[in-house]
């Protein structure tokens, strides 16, 4: 949706004839500060105006069911709890519809008493991220096994049940979950995820949390968050077009990334900078990377405090991809990150006894 800001500090009559042709685009007008006139770019609220119990009730009842969660995901978890390669047990339950939207997690056998270096997996914590849900499952069907000898693996494949039914970012409170991995949530997906990584025992090793950005993240999402949040205007951005990655600032472990950008290179495409070396308005710290201060934002990928954690970012609205090479390109992510610490650990182990 296009923007306007038209100032009062323009004569008269050209204020009119901006405000006319705001008009016949059809956008609505409100005034701000010092005469400033505001076209609304996003359907609910007022621009510069937060939202209330209203806006969000308002945002709610626009949102519907687009498919199902039982049919999509808990079907393969069940699958899975018959093959018995993994422990499957429920970590929650949303109050939105606890029948409708049980929490799972799986974990392979043993895990927290074998001694071995800790993994977790997440996925779905924005729910309309497609193959963050379904590239944690696929991950499940067929790589995690391999990895049993060597790791304890935990794969929460669906954090935000609801989002993933009705396609949202937010929850039904229009609340953002991977803002909200702090104390005293205001998220349940968040806080869930946040109780389950507290009954681990042992210090977690390695984090995947995985996600998708997409065009609806420009179309819908970012307004909607502008709008939610209070701001006057709202500044479009480019969606870059491929796979890349999100590091912590704190932590970025430049190798680390490396090889899981090398691992996805081979199923599909790595997110090119913008012409100012930004991905996603962030400067590129190396290929397909960009790092953000993970835990101050309050994101899933810095819950654990993990040596290792990236957050992973398929494009699925690419030309050059289908839904399985998302799927496959979350799966290669999770096993370039897995083998580049398995062998981190066998040379440490090689240097020891040598």
């Not at 229009?174 to 025992?201: C, H, Q, T, W, Y």
């Not at 290929?287 to 101050?296: A, C, L, R």
Request: hydrophobic share 35%; with cysteine.
């Amino acid at each position: 949706m296009r923007r306007f800001l038209l100032t009062s500090r323009k004569p008269l009559q050209q204020r009119a004839l901006s405000l006319g042709l705001v008009c016949a685009l059809g956008g609505t007008l409100h005034f701000g500060a010092r005469g400033v006139a505001m076209a609304q770019f996003y359907p609910i609220g007022k621009p510069g105006v937060p939202w209330g119990p209203t806006e969000r009730t308002e945002w709610l009842a626009k949102q519907s069911i687009k498919r199902s969660y039982h049919e999509e995901v808990l079907s393969k978890i069940e699958k899975l709890r018959q093959a018995g390669d993994f422990e499957v047990f429920q970590y929650g339950a949303l109050s939105y519809d606890t029948e409708k939207y049980p929490l799972f997690a799986l974990k392979t056998p043993g895990f927290g008493k074998t001694g071995k270096p800790v993994v977790l997996v997440t996925g779905g914590v924005h729910g309309y991220e497609t193959s963050g849900v379904q590239g944690a499952l696929r991950f499940l069907e067929t790589e995690a096994k391999e990895y049993a000898d060597e790791f304890d693996i935990l794969v929460a494949p669906c954090v935000s049940p609801w989002g993933y039914e009705t396609i949202n970012r937010w929850n039904p409170n229009a609340v953002d979950p991977n803002r909200s991995f702090k104390k005293d949530s205001d998220s349940e997906e968040a806080a869930a995820i946040m109780k389950l990584v507290s009954g681990i025992e042992s210090p977690v090793l390695l984090h995947m949390d995985l996600h998708e950005t997409t065009d609806t993240d420009e179309s819908e999402f970012r307004p909607a968050r502008a709008a939610r949040d209070g701001k006057e205007t709202y500044v479009p951005d480019a969606v870059p077009d491929g796979f890349y990655t999100v590091g912590d600032t704190e932590n970025p472990q430049t190798e680390f990334q490396a090889a899981i950008i090398a691992s996805v290179r081979k199923v599909t495409h790595i997110a090119p900078p913008d012409a100012k070396g930004c991905i996603i308005g962030e400067p590129v710290a190396q290929e397909g990377v960009i790092n953000y201060p993970i835990k101050s934002l309050g994101l899933c990928s810095g819950v654990t405090g993990a040596k290792f954690v990236s957050t992973t970012e398929v494009y699925p609205d690419s030309p050059k991809v289908t839904d399985a090479v998302c799927n496959e390109g979350q799966v290669a992510a999770v096993t370039g990150a897995l083998e580049f610490v398995k062998q981190g650990l066998r040379a440490k182990v090689a240097k020891v006894q040598a």
